[in-house]
């Protein structure tokens, strides 16, 4: 029965942490399969570079498979695991998410960031519950029997634990990272250093935490039990490091946006200011066409009341208007636009420029044709 479940458990505990990978990948890089999500989750999403959902479930089975394969091998230690997946993982998603290079980067860092941290946790756990579980070894008469059981126990507590933990240290990321946000090699460089502090502390801990010494190991933390006590808290700080650099993230995306807005009002406003600039100029120059109309009509009338039609013929010889300067045509509908419109055109022919022209808008520029 203890066999069973310590299989069951073992399969549940592989697919947490390919379940973990999958989630930081979904939270960090927009994926086809959550298109409908990714829009909410996204102020723009390009279409042509999102992540499709073959190469992302391709990717899932991948992992599932390689963790899988190394869960069941009995001597496979925690970082050759961990390198199995990213030396497996990397090479994939380098290749086939081209347009997500350091999102994939900083994902697979921050997954093994968080499996690497969780286990100066769950020791300090495992250690306490293990005194806890084998009080009793000294009376019982079954000793094996009893040491198998409480074992069994003790390793299906440990992936409840693990799920636990990684659960709960997933939710501020997930609070933070609402929305997708590219991440620009300047960013990855201050976002990795946790992680790697994190990867690398554990790893050494995890080769010196048995040493043999002429065929006697040595338990480290039998010989320093405050490392039952400073390694945790030291993972706490590593993970409130990740914290603070996501935090510190999420402004400097915000700060970028804000920035990028103010430069695009800016340009509506400047845009704006030639609008009015060039319709009060168009506005004058067809008054002043105007003018000269009426100017002209008026000789014309005077010297048709007086009969001199040979002075009026020769008046109208010499009369020159640019007829081109007030011949208007209705691109949009919008007399102001039409009136730029129209004056743009009539530059270009007046230069012998060919121009071709086409106009589009809608409801979210705020015209109404």
């Known amino acids: 029965m203890i066999k069973q479940l310590l299989s069951i458990f073992g399969y549940l505990g592989v697919f947490a942490k390919v379940t973990v990978f999958l989630y930081l990948f ?50 496979t230690t925690f970082p050759i695991s961990a390198l199995g997946i990213i030396g497996v993982a990397v090479p994939y998603t380098l290749v086939r998410f081209k347009g997500y290079i350091t999102e994939t980067i900083y994902v697979i860092s921050l997954w093994w960031c968080l499996r690497s941290v969780s286990f100066f946790l769950i020791n300090t756990l495992t250690d306490w519950f293990s005194d806890y579980l084998l009080k009793d070894i000294l009376t019982v008469s079954n000793i094996e029997e009893y040491v198998e059981v ?60 048995i040493i043999v010494v002429d065929g006697t190991p040595f338990i480290l933390m039998e010989q320093k039990p405050e490392l039952l006590f400073i390694l945790p808290v030291l993972a ?64 014309i009338k005077g010297l048709v009341d ?42 270009a022919k007046a230069l012998d420029v060919a121009i071709n022209l086409s106009v589009g808008f809608d409801d979210a520029w705020g015209i109404q044709a």
Not at 158 to 180: N, Q
Not at 249 to 273: C, D, N, V
Not at 323 to 332: E, G, R, V
Request: net charge negative; with cysteine; charged share 25%.
């Open 26 to 75: 979904y939270l960090f890089i927009p994926v086809e399969l959550f298109i409908k999500k990714a829009h909410n989750r996204c102020n723009y999403i390009n279409q042509d570079v999102l992540v499709k959902k073959e190469d992302f479930l391709s990717l899932a089975i991948i992992v599932t498979i390689v963790q899988l394969l190394l869960w069941q091998i009995p001597a």
């Open 150 to 209: 409480r074992t069994g126990i003790l390793q299906i507590s440990v992936e409840l634990m693990y799920v636990c933990i990684i659960v709960l240290a997933l939710m501020p990321i997930r609070k933070i990272i609402k929305t997708y946000e590219p991440i620009d090699w300047n960013d990855l460089t201050y976002l990795l250093v946790p992680n790697v502090l994190g990867i690398l502390i554990t790893w050494i801990m995890i080769s010196i935490i």
């Open 236 to 299: 706490v700080l590593i993970y409130l490091g990740e914290i603070a650099a996501l935090l510190r993230f999420k402004k400097s995306q915000e700060a970028k946006r804000a920035q990028q807005l103010y430069f695009t009002e800016h340009l509506e406003k400047e845009a704006i200011e030639n609008r009015l600039q060039e319709t009060t100029r168009v506005n004058e120059q067809v008054r002043s066409v105007k003018h000269e109309i009426v100017n002209h009509f008026a000789n």
């Open 306 to 347: 007086e009969g001199k039609y040979d002075a009026l013929a020769e008046y109208i010889d010499r009369l020159d208007i640019d007829i081109t300067s007030i011949d208007t045509t209705s691109y949009t509908g919008n007399v102001i636009i039409d009136v730029i419109l129209n004056d743009k055109v009539a530059r």
